[in-house]
T-cell receptor, first 112, second 117 residues
Framework: QKEVEQDPGPLSVPEGAIVSLNCTYSNSAFQYFMWYRQYSRKGPELLMYTYSSGNKEDGRFTAQVDKSSKYISLFIRDSQPSDSATYLCAMSGMTGGFKTIFGAGTRLFVKA | GAVVSQHPSWVICKSGTSVKIECRSLDFQATTMFWYRQFPKQSLMLMATSNEGSKATYEQGVEKDKFLINHASLTLSTLTVTSAHPEDSSFYIC?????????????FGPGTRLLVL
């Protein structure tokens, strides 16, 4: 079993839709949870960062962490074609000296 | 803030030659930098963790003599692919942690695309 599981997609939605991206994990030591966005042929860009459980909102993006279920989500409201990218979840914790584990990435296409 | 640059952005070389890729944190100090490799439509594969002033820590299966890493200062790490072969062709991405503000988040460079002929 991988430490972090993420559906690679692709996920295709119409413009304006609410997008839900998810990851599950197995290591309960993870405390820090990140979402990165990666456009084709570019390096990943940090979108959201959350410590422990709870929600965090930044504009059209909301990150949720449910440590009891070992499940994290990223919601994108009013999705735009410019949101089309690969979204990678990532997490780390005290174990392994804060080594970050990345999900496989979900490819998202937002159609105009 | 938190900008990481990589140079070159792309390189084509002949088989057997060595290629050096630079990773710089432009507006913060990074005691730890990471080197990743990414194949098309796949996620990031961590190759090694680079710590300023000490030897890099390589992931299992990564040849340290082939992928030489030097982290000589708080803002610069280099990856040298020695005696490159076509199978080394890939997208190489570095990232850096801001030593002063965060031990968790990583800021990524734009990547270097390497093509070995």
């Amino acid at each position: 079993q991988k430490e972090v599981e993420q559906d690679p997609g692709p996920l295709s939605v119409p413009e304006g839709a609410i997008v839900s991206l998810n990851c599950t994990y197995s290591n309960s030591a993870f405390q820090y949870f990140m979402w990165y966005r990666q456009y084709s042929r570019k390096g990943p860009e940090l979108l959201m960062y959350t410590y422990s459980s709870g929600n965090k909102e930044d504009g059209r993006f909301t990150a949720q962490v449910d440590k009891s279920s070992k499940y994290i989500s990223l919601f994108i409201r009013d999705s735009q074609p410019s949101d089309s990218a690969t979204y990678l979840c990532a997490m780390s914790g005290m174990t392994g000296g804060f080594k970050t584990i990345f999900g496989a990435g979900t490819r998202l296409f937002v159609k105009a | 803030g938190a900008v990481v640059s990589q140079h070159p952005s792309w390189v084509i070389c002949k088989s057997g030659t060595s290629v050096k890729i630079e990773c710089r944190s432009l507006d913060f100090q990074a005691t730890t930098m990471f080197w990743y490799r990414q194949f098309p439509k796949q996620s990031l594969m961590l190759m090694a963790t680079s710590n300023e002033g000490s030897k890099a820590t390589y992931e299992q299966g990564v040849e340290k003599d082939k992928f030489l890493i030097n982290h000589a200062s708080l803002t610069l790490s280099t990856l040298t692919v020695t005696s490159a072969h076509p199978e080394d062709s890939s997208f190489y991405i570095c990232s850096a942690r801001d030593s002063l503000t965060s031990v968790e988040t990583q800021y990524f460079g734009p990547g270097t695309r390497l093509l070995v002929l």
